[in-house]
């Protein structure tokens, strides 16, 4: 994964790491396990960098519609709750909850 100019993005393989995490079924998933598409400081301006790089203009809607999908929370709770220990669950979904929205922000905006 690279750092997008600072911006605390983090880019290349998310989609790929977080169908192997969905994939598996070994034990527990803490915080740092997720792999987070932006840090908590990006926007969601700063997010199209990593969500939308290399996609075309005809195929942004479905490039954002795909992650809208995979970060949604309720589909995030169907896939991974089982696994979120008690002790990092709340902190978890917070940030699941953030990326969500600000890719609801990004998907509104074009």
């Known amino acids: 994964m690279r750092n997008y100019g600072?911006?605390?993005?983090l880019g290349d393989s998310h989609g790929y790491t977080r169908a192997a995490l969905e994939a598996s079924s070994d034990g527990a998933i803490t915080y740092n396990d997720v792999p987070w598409i932006a840090s908590e400081e990006a926007s969601s301006d700063d997010l199209s960098q990593v969500?939308?790089?290399?996609v075309g203009k005809e195929d942004t809607k479905k490039a954002l519609r795909a992650e809208v999908l995979r970060w949604h929370p309720d589909k995030f709770l169907q896939k991974l709750g089982s696994r979120l220990p008690e002790s990092e669950r709340e902190r978890i979904l917070q940030r699941v909850n953030q990326v969500s929205s600000m890719l609801h922000d990004l998907y509104r905006k074009i």
């Open 6 to 9: 600072g911006l605390g993005l």
């Open 51 to 54: 969500v939308l790089v290399g």
